[in-house]
C-alpha cells in the first residue's frame, strides 16, 4: 500500500495493492492501523455512495462546526477529486490539489477535517464511496463556488451540471466569517 504525500500536506493519495488473478481481484479498502500509521485517522463513522453521471460536478462542500475528514473512491467509473484547503490562517488557504480517482486505478484521496470537497465526472457514470470522520449535518453545511478564480480549480470539464446550491454557492471571499480556523480541532 502506498501513501503519498500531495502539496497539501495533510491531504494524502492512497494507492491500495491489488491482487488480481484470472478470477478476479481483492484489496483492503481500509485498515484502521495502516491508514493511522499515515496520517489517515478515524474514527470513520459514517460510508456514502453517489452515482453520478458524466459532466455533473458536485462541490466545493464543507462542514464548518463538526468538520469532515473524508476517505474517497471511485468504486466504477472515473473522476476528477478535489480537496482545497478553506482553514483561515492556514499556510495553504485557498490551494487546491486533484488527483484522478477510478474503479481501474482503485486510488483514494483523504481530504482532512478543515478542507472542502468536490469532483467532477470524466466516465459515463460514477459510482463513488467515501467514508467521513463525523456525521452529515444540512445545517452545518457550506458551498463553495466551484469555479472560484481566487482557488483556481482547473477542473478538466467544461460547462458542468451542477444542483442549485452549487450553481449559487459564493466565493470564498466572501465567506472568511464562516471559514473553520487554521489548526482545524
Same mark, same amino acid.
Given at each position: 500500500?502506498?501513501?503519498?504525500?500531495?502539496p497539501?500536506?495533510?491531504?494524502?493519495?492512497?494507492?491500495? %495493492?491489488?491482487?488480481? %488473478?484470472?478470477?478476479?481481484?481483492?484489496?483492503?479498502?481500509?485498515?484502521?492501523?495502516?491508514y493511522?500509521?499515515?496520517?489517515?485517522?478515524?474514527p470513520?463513522?459514517?460510508?456514502?455512495?453517489s452515482?453520478?453521471?458524466?459532466?455533473?460536478?458536485?462541490g466545493?462542500?464543507?462542514?464548518?462546526?463538526?468538520?469532515q475528514?473524508?476517505?474517497?473512491?471511485a468504486?466504477?467509473?472515473?473522476?476528477?477529486?478535489?480537496?482545497?484547503?478553506i482553514?483561515?490562517?492556514?499556510?495553504?488557504?485557498?490551494?487546491?490539489?486533484?488527483?484522478?480517482?477510478?474503479?481501474?486505478?482503485?486510488?483514494?484521496?483523504? +481530504? @482532512?477535517?478543515?478542507?472542502?470537497?468536490?469532483?467532477?465526472?470524466?466516465?459515463?457514470?460514477?459510482?463513488?464511496?467515501?467514508?467521513?470522520?463525523?456525521?452529515?449535518d444540512?445545517? %452545518?453545511?457550506?458551498?463553495?463556488?466551484?469555479?472560484?478564480?481566487?482557488?483556481?480549480?482547473?477542473? @478538466? +470539464?467544461?460547462?458542468?451540471?451542477?444542483?442549485?446550491?452549487?450553481?449559487?454557492?459564493?466565493?470564498?471571499?466572501?465567506?472568511?466569517?464562516?471559514?473553520?480556523?487554521?489548526?482545524?480541532?
Amino acid at each position: 500500500m502506498k501513501f503519498t504525500p500531495t502539496p497539501l500536506p495533510e491531504v494524502i493519495l492512497v494507492e491500495p %495493492d491489488v491482487y488480481r %488473478d484470472p478470477r478476479g481481484f481483492f484489496l483492503e479498502t481500509y485498515h484502521e492501523r495502516k491508514y493511522s500509521e499515515h496520517g489517515i485517522r478515524g474514527p470513520l463513522v459514517q460510508d456514502n455512495h453517489s452515482h453520478s453521471r458524466r459532466g455533473t460536478l458536485r462541490g466545493l462542500h464543507a462542514q464548518i462546526r463538526r468538520p469532515q475528514g473524508k476517505l474517497v473512491r471511485a468504486i466504477e467509473g472515473e473522476m476528477f477529486d478535489v480537496a482545497v484547503d478553506i482553514r483561515r490562517g492556514s499556510p495553504t488557504f485557498a490551494r487546491w490539489f486533484g488527483a484522478v480517482l477510478s474503479g481501474v486505478n482503485f486510488a483514494q484521496l483523504w +481530504i @482532512p477535517p478543515g478542507f472542502a470537497h468536490g469532483f467532477c465526472v470524466l466516465s459515463e457514470t460514477v459510482h463513488v464511496e467515501y467514508k467521513c470522520t463525523d456525521f452529515y449535518d444540512p445545517k %452545518d453545511e457550506l458551498a463553495v463556488a466551484w469555479n472560484d478564480p481566487a482557488i483556481g480549480v482547473a477542473w @478538466p +470539464i467544461e460547462n458542468p451540471v451542477l444542483s442549485a446550491k452549487d450553481q449559487n454557492a459564493p466565493r470564498l471571499a466572501d465567506l472568511m466569517e464562516r471559514l473553520p480556523p487554521f489548526p482545524t480541532p
